[in-house]
């Protein structure tokens, strides 16, 4: 198995900064694709962004120029950095991963979730 933690969320104005962080732990044969979705209250959880192995990256238009997604293989880990934050940014940010375990299964795996509050 697999555990995602994530840390960072919290309250922000308008405009401001926050900047999320994932670590995942456990007996971990390798760590392909990592990401963050997001779900507002009665909306599907939508991507915001995906890093791959290799460091390409996807960004969902409406993030585009104002997040940052990044990682560090050796540590397993991975950030967000969120600038200019819109009240619509608001939501629970979790914290994906495409991973095989050291008995060789791979599978997806997800974090318990980070609230990011934006107030306008």
């Known amino acids: 198995q697999v555990q995602l933690v994530e840390s960072g969320g919290g309250l922000v104005q308008a405009g401001g900064s926050l900047s999320l962080s994932c670590s995942a732990s456990?007996?971990?044969?390798?760590?392909?694709?990592m990401g963050w979705y997001r779900q507002a209250p009665g909306k599907q959880r939508e991507l915001v962004a995906v890093i791959s192995k290799d460091d390409l990256t996807n960004y969902a238009d409406s993030v585009k120029g104002r997040f940052t997604i990044s990682r560090d293989n050796a540590k397993n880990t991975m950030s967000l950095q969120m600038n200019s934050l819109k009240p619509e940014d608001t939501a629970v940010y979790y914290c994906?991963?495409?991973?095989?375990?050291?008995?060789?299964?791979?599978?997806?795996?997800w974090g318990q979730g980070t609230q990011v509050t934006v107030s306008s």
């Open positions: 994906y991963t495409d991973a095989t375990t050291g008995w060789r299964q791979r599978g997806d795996y």
């Open positions: 456990g007996i971990i044969h390798s760590i392909n694709t």
